[in-house]
Structures are given as structure tokens and as C-alpha cells.
């Protein structure tokens, strides 16, 4: 039942390394502030994959890419976020899946304060920054996360916005909002869609929840440094523990909406079921 019995880290850098290069860090340091190091711990402050399929992770001013390596400025990535609204941080992000809407699709989302900023190719779309309320009306303003949940998962193309212990979901085609308290979950202070499972980060712990009815199955909370980031003395250890490609056996391989390819190894792991 519980599908991350087996899951190798290499699946998930596999994954994200494809595509995403390593990134410069050495303006990193520049502004005096600490940089973040995510194996210490941290909460993030919203986590979502771009048009590409590769991950980002938010934390104040910084984002890692996929899920090694260290920490660079997010104005690097995504410029305009510190730029116009000075803010150094996202409340939450999101990439939409909406087909029917190639103009969307795929576009990255972030809210900061009351503002939302649509970016694809890691460009900012014109007209953004706009008001939340005039893209996702009804949604509300200092969200704490989003998470996308097409079709099929939830029971039509919908965003899932989280704050505090309420739920919206906000429906793409009707632009209706649902609200849900799920006060059995933590604060999900950001949240991520992976292989059609979904997960609630708060400190440095996920919960996988159902995306409609917000049912928690199996024992969680779970480290997320044990499963989401390579760092030594958790999950598989640091990134010399991880073996080479020629010498694991790939057990599934299993694409995404986007194409893209996610390789899995290991005894027992599930990449594509469904299991609550
Ligand atoms: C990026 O953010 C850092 C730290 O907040 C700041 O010092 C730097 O000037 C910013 N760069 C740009 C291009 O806005
Ligand atoms: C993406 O952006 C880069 C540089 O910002 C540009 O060179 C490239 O043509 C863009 N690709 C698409 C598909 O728009
Ligand atoms: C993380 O979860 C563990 C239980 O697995 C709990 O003891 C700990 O307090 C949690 N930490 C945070 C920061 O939520």
C-alpha cells in the first residue's frame, strides 16, 4: 500500500537533472543574507514543476532546481518576481493544466501578497502582474499553497489553493471556487503534484492527501529530505551514495502530461497507480 516503499532518490534526480543545468551560484552570497541549505530543514514556501517538467523549490529570496544542488537567487530564474513587487519571497506557484487553453497551459503561476504573475519560458507573460482576483476571483490573497489537479485526479481541471486550514478549489473552465477545511492535515505551506500523487510540505515534513476528499493514507508525516532532496545522512544518502545509472535496474519508467520521462528504480515502487 504504501507507495514510497522503495523510492529511490535516483528516480527523482534523474528526473529533474534532464534538461535543467546545473545553475551558477556564486552571486549567491552577495546580499549578505545567509544562503538557505535545504538538507538543514526548511520550510518552503512553494514548490512547482515549469513547462519543462523541472522542479523548482522556494524559499524567501532563493530556489533550488530539481531536487540536488544548492540554492541561487530566484530573480536569476524568474526576474521580475523581486523586481516589481520587492517582495523576496512567493506565498505559493503552481503550473497550470489546462489543454483547452494553449495560452495557459502550462504556465507557471505565483502569488505574492495579492498579486499573480503568469510566466512560461520562464518569461513573464504581458499584463502580469495582475490582481488575484482578477484571474482566480474569489481566491484569496496571503495563500499559503497551490497545487494543479487535472481532470481525472480531481473532477475537472482544477487548481487547489491552500490557506490555512481551508481548501479552494478553483475550477478552470467555471472559474467557481469550493471551500474545504481539511483540519486533519497540517498547514500545507507549499504543495506539489508528483506522478499524480499529492503532497502537503509543512516544516521540513510532507503528507500525501487525496485531492478530493483530503484522506491521508499510510503513516506520514514523512522527512521530505529523506525523499525530496539529496542530502547526505538522510533517505539514500548524500549524492556519492547514489550509484551510477549503468549499475541500477530501472523497474518502471512512466511519463508525465507533458512527455516528459521519469525513470524508477528500486524493490517495490509504484510509479503510476492509484492507490487512495
Ligand atoms: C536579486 O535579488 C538580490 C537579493 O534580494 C538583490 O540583491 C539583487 O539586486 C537582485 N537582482 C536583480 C537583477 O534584481
Ligand atoms: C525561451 O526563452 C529563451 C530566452 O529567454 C529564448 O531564446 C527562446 O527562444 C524561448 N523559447 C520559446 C519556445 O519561446
Ligand atoms: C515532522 O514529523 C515528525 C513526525 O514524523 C514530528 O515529530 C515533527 O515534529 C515534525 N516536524 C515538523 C517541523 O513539523
Keep these: 500500500m504504501n507507495l514510497f516503499t522503495g523510492f529511490l532518490l535516483l528516480g527523482l534526480a534523474l528526473a529533474s537533472?534532464?534538461?535543467a543545468p546545473a545553475?551558477?551560484?556564486?552571486?549567491?552570497?552577495?546580499?549578505?543574507?545567509?544562503?538557505?541549505?535545504?538538507?538543514?530543514?526548511i520550510e518552503f514556501d512553494a514548490i512547482t514543476p515549469d513547462e519543462k517538467g523541472s522542479h523548482f523549490f522556494f524559499k524567501g529570496a532563493y530556489l533550488w532546481k530539481g531536487f540536488r544542488g544548492s540554492a541561487q537567487l530566484s530573480n536569476e530564474s524568474f526576474k521580475e518576481l523581486d523586481d516589481i513587487h520587492h517582495i523576496g519571497h512567493v506565498d505559493a506557484a503552481f503550473r497550470m493544466h489546462n489543454t483547452k487553453n494553449p495560452e495557459d497551459h502550462d504556465h507557471i503561476y505565483f502569488f505574492l501578497d495579492d498579486k499573480v504573475f503568469s510566466y512560461y519560458?520562464?518569461?513573464?507573460?504581458?499584463?502580469?502582474?495582475?490582481?488575484?482576483?482578477?484571474?482566480?476571483?474569489g481566491v484569496p490573497s496571503h495563500l499559503d499553497a497551490a497545487v494543479e489537479c487535472p481532470t481525472g485526479e480531481c473532477m475537472a481541471d482544477s487548481v487547489l489553493f491552500f490557506k490555512?486550514?481551508?481548501?479552494?478549489?478553483?475550477?478552470?473552465?467555471?472559474?467557481?471556487?469550493?471551500?474545504?477545511?481539511?483540519?486533519?492535515?497540517?498547514?500545507?505551506?507549499?504543495a506539489l503534484r508528483w506522478l499524480e500523487h499529492y503532497y502537503c510540505f509543512n516544516g521540513h515534513n510532507f503528507t500525501r492527501f487525496n485531492p478530493?476528499?483530503?484522506?491521508?493514507?499510510?503513516?506520514?508525516?514523512k522527512d521530505a529530505r529523506d525523499y525530496f532532496m539529496s542530502c547526505d545522512s538522510f533517505g539514500h544518502g548524500g549524492d556519492h551514495?547514489?550509484?551510477?545509472?549503468?549499475?541500477?535496474?530501472?523497474?518502471?519508467i512512466s511519463t508525465d502530461?507533458?512527455?516528459?520521462?521519469?525513470?524508477?528504480?528500486?524493490?517495490?515502487?509504484h510509479a503510476s497507480g492509484h492507490s487512495a
Design 17 to 19: 537533472v534532464s534538461g
Design 23 to 41: 545553475p551558477p551560484h556564486g552571486s549567491a552570497a552577495d546580499d549578505g543574507a545567509a544562503v538557505p541549505d535545504r538538507c538543514e530543514g
Design 121 to 137: 519560458n520562464h518569461t513573464l507573460e504581458e499584463g502580469y502582474p495582475k490582481e488575484i482576483q482578477e484571474d482566480f476571483p
Design 164 to 190: 490555512g486550514q481551508d481548501v479552494h478549489v478553483y475550477d478552470i473552465d467555471t472559474k467557481t471556487l469550493k471551500t474545504k477545511t481539511w483540519s486533519h492535515l497540517p498547514v500545507c505551506t507549499s
Design 212 to 221: 478530493v476528499t483530503g484522506e491521508v493514507r499510510g503513516l506520514y508525516p
Design 241 to 252: 551514495k547514489v550509484p551510477k545509472c549503468s549499475e541500477i535496474k530501472l523497474d518502471a
Design 257 to 269: 502530461a507533458t512527455g516528459k520521462k521519469y525513470l524508477f528504480a528500486g524493490p517495490s515502487l
